[in-house]
């Protein structure tokens, strides 16, 4: 009996739970994985280039490689309007994303180039490595401070 009663517990939270999960905006949440995939595999280069890991060179093409993927990855409908921080809770996307759409894409192009430059020299040393998880840093740093609203 005690058993029936914890498995009905358990399928009443989940359905309970499941309103939730469906009022959760698909784009947002799959462009904030996506972010998080970018800021795992990038912590690790990161890591490295500040000494607070040991250079590791495969280790550090493959979290380069695995970027170049991500910023591959189509994103046409990650960024539907009415998206923005100021129509929707829980995101950091600044509106000017939209009134500025083709600055925002040229800034997500110079992002998968510099991404492609640090593929292509992410295993050949800690120097080269440092300088292109430079550019990749400037990169990400040139958008965020358009078009990501600070944390609330």
């Not at 058993?3 to 949440?29: C, F, H, Q, Y």
């Not at 550090?60 to 993927?69: R, W």
């Not at 009415?82 to 759409?101: F, V, Y």
Request: a negative charge; one cysteine or more; proline letters at 2%.
């Amino acid at each position: 009996m005690a058993v029936k009663r914890t498995l009905a517990s358990v399928v009443l939270g989940v359905v309970l739970a499941l309103p939730a999960v469906a009022d959760e905006d698909p784009a947002i949440a799959a462009r904030q994985g996506q972010f998080k995939l970018f800021a795992h595999n990038f912590g690790v280069m990161g890591g490295m280039a500040q000494g607070r890991m040991d250079y590791d060179a495969e280790m550090a093409q493959t979290a380069a490689d695995n970027l170049f993927h991500l910023t591959r990855v189509d994103q046409g409908r990650l960024w539907p309007e009415g998206t923005d921080s100021a129509s929707t809770e829980g995101t950091r996307a600044n509106a000017d994303i939209w009134d500025n759409l083709d600055d925002f894409v040229s800034k997500f192009v110079a992002l998968q180039e510099a991404v492609e430059d640090l593929q292509g020299v992410a295993g050949s040393g800690l120097d080269e490595m440092r300088a292109g998880v430079m550019a990749v840093g400037g990169a990400c740093q040139a958008c965020h401070e358009d078009y990501r609203d600070e944390a609330s």
